[in-house]
């Protein structure tokens, strides 16, 4: 695979993540999130694109600080889009 494949499978796969807790309803806060920005006036496909990036911040911390998911570090990174973290 090359590298664009790898970042594309790597979005794919976080986009449905979100997909999935969107689904679920668990947890509720990424439904509010998704409410919240389609109220300003962002598309659907952007807003779980940009909620994929949060996820992918969080991962990413998570690994690095060889630490457990930090579902309140999650919240707070989805409830300040559309900025986005420092790390995206």
Do not use: C, H, W
Request: hydrophobic share 40%; charged share 30%.
């Amino acid at each position: 695979m090359s590298e664009q494949e790898d970042e594309d499978f790597a979005q794919d796969t976080l986009s449905q993540a979100i997909e999935n807790q969107l689904e679920a309803g668990e947890p509720a806060f990424v439904q509010s999130v998704l409410n919240k920005l389609t109220l300003v006036g962002y598309e659907r496909d952007e807003i779980i694109e940009l909620m994929a990036l949060v996820l992918a911040d969080e991962i990413d911390s998570m690994l690095r600080e060889d630490r457990s998911f930090d579902l309140a570090r999650y919240e707070q990174g989805l409830r300040a889009l559309p900025e986005l973290p420092a790390q995206a």
